[in-house]
């Protein structure tokens, strides 16, 4: 986060969160933080931002680009929390923020808590959360500015003041004649727009110092820090999350085919090892069929035999049996080969389509690995993938309904019911609350909902579209049923039980 703009958006934050209560700490991943907080409700009613009241602060630290902004849309959490963050919990619970003391250049935020360990709460941007009992000489210090003449001319002034960031320096040598203007506004801190670019497929924030031209015709523009903040910390945060999951059904990709490749060959090797059992065959048969001129109970290593289909045999014995014994056994090795060659390739297409060797045999059907992402493991859900690529799922029973809308979904995931009677719940995933999603998208999930709802042999039906957060399950209710708070749109869609099939991935 670039230090001018933090310099603004400190100032906001302050002003909104003295007095709050903070409540609750988790870490949605390594290095982010969320803070559930109560906002005092004078300071959230005089902030077009805050209607609705959202509570959640994510903070995120250390990395290429750190963030700090409030949300209502709060992230899917690990089950066990990192100790840090219950040694947090354990002391920040229940404490007020007041007072608000800041270090902008160097990114750091602190504020005054209310009785308990440490006396101040500090956010910096580099090293994340923490509490202290004292402020270093940083905080409230008087910002020193260098002459513009140096900054135009020194690309290494940054290293002294941390406020003169190389974007600002390359905005500054973009305009020569508005220069001195844009950089007088920044020492007094003045500042009444807010625009997001991307920059490497990223949002990127900046203050009004851009010069006209320089923004591109996709830039964004905010009158407040707080509002900028949160457009672009909810794209970044909520993208970022579903990567890791991606990325760990990537690696359980791997792992899961690293499995089958070993299944597959243990698999040859035991075909390649019944062949070669029921090649014995012959063997056996070339002694019976020479039993007459042979003494039965000789025990010998080897003997020369001819065969009435395969010409003249030579048979390796097994010198501490005799000749019928070792005839008997022969006969044993190649009929356990055929009963176990009847079962390979039945094998073979288990583990091929997935699932356990075991379900060659009937007695399991329990896949070893599906397209489904490791957070829907072990769920009575159904997957489909929309033909945007957007992942819907779909209960398949009252259990997996509740499920998917209370613990499997996100607040800005999109819900789908058929309207007026009994039918599954439908989710559309979306990766961040601001992703828009096509129409084309939006139809077919509730297509899916109409496919399994009382309404499923019609021609057509009309189908609710609402925002999970907005969607709640009925308390004493029977499992599976809801209420909307909020619908954003009831959808009148036919029928098409192709695309059912279509669609399905697991």
């Not at 159904?382 to 209370?406: E, I, P, Q």
Request: glycine share 6%; charged share 25%.
């Amino acid at each position: 986060m670039e230090a001018n703009f933090f310099r603004h958006l400190a100032g906001e934050l302050a002003g909104v969160l003295a007095g709050a209560r903070i409540e609750k700490i988790q870490s949605p991943q390594a290095n982010i933080l969320t803070l559930t907080v109560s906002v005092l409700r004078e300071h959230a009613e005089c902030m077009t931002f805050f209607q609705g009241r959202p509570k959640l602060l994510v903070f995120e630290y250390g990395g290429r680009q750190s963030l700090l902004f409030f949300t209502d849309h709060k992230p899917p959490n690990p089950a066990s929390p990192p100790a840090a963050v219950m040694w947090l919990r354990k002391r920040l619970r229940g404490r007020r923020l007041g007072s608000a003391h800041y270090d902008w250049p160097g990114r750091r935020l602190a504020f005054e808590l209310s009785e308990g360990q440490g006396s101040y709460l500090v956010f910096d941007c580099k090293n994340g959360l923490s509490l202290v009992d004292t402020l270093d000489a940083a905080f409230d210090n008087e910002v020193c500015w260098p002459a513009l003449e140096n900054v135009l001319s020194n690309p290494d002034i940054w290293r002294e003041y941390q406020q003169i960031s190389p974007i600002l320096r390359k905005n500054l040598a973009t305009d020569p004649e508005g220069a001195a203007g844009l950089y007088r506004g920044l020492v007094e801190g003045r500042a009444d727009r807010f625009y997001i670019t991307m920059k490497d497929d990223r949002p990127d924030l900046a203050l009004n110092f851009l010069p006209v031209g320089f923004l591109g015709e996709t830039a964004q523009v905010f009158d407040s820090a707080l509002e900028a903040a949160c457009v672009q910390g909810q794209a970044i945060v909520f993208g970022q999350i579903g990567e890791t999951e991606a990325k760990e059904d990537v690696q359980a990709e791997r792992t899961a085919a690293k499995r089958q490749k070993k299944r597959l060959k243990r698999i040859e090797a035991e075909e390649s090892r019944l062949l070669q059992l029921q090649t014995e065959r012959a063997f056996a048969d070339a002694i019976a069929a020479n039993l007459d001129q042979i003494d039965p109970s000789a025990r010998m290593t080897n003997l020369t035999l001819s065969h009435p289909d395969h010409g003249t045999v030579d048979v390796v014995l097994d010198p501490a049996l005799t000749v019928v014994e070792n005839m008997e056994r022969f006969y044993r090795h190649a009929s356990k080969g055929k009963r176990g060659l009847a079962h390979i390739d039945k094998r073979r297409q288990a583990v091929l389509a997935g699932k356990d060797e075991a379900a060659a045999y009937g007695r399991s059907k329990q896949p070893v690995h599906d397209a489904l992402p490791s957070r829907y493991k072990g769920e009575a859900v159904r997957l489909f993938k929309t033909d945007d690529d957007f992942m819907v799922l779909r209960g398949k029973n009252d259990k997996a309904n509740h499920r998917l809308l209370s613990r499997l979904s996100s607040p800005f995931d999109l819900w789908f019911h058929v309207e007026g009677g009994p039918g599954a719940h439908v989710i559309l995933k979306r990766d961040h609350p601001g992703q828009d999603v096509p129409r084309r998208s939006l139809e077919q999930a509730a297509v899916l909902a109409g496919l399994s709802s009382f309404r499923k042999n019609d021609a057509k039906a009309e189908v609710i579209v609402a925002l999970v957060k907005n969607v709640r399950t009925v308390k004493g209710a029977a499992m599976g049923q809801a209420s909307v708070d909020v619908r954003l749109e009831t959808v009148f869609i036919d029928l098409d039980p192709a695309l059912e099939k279509r669609l399905l991935v697991s």
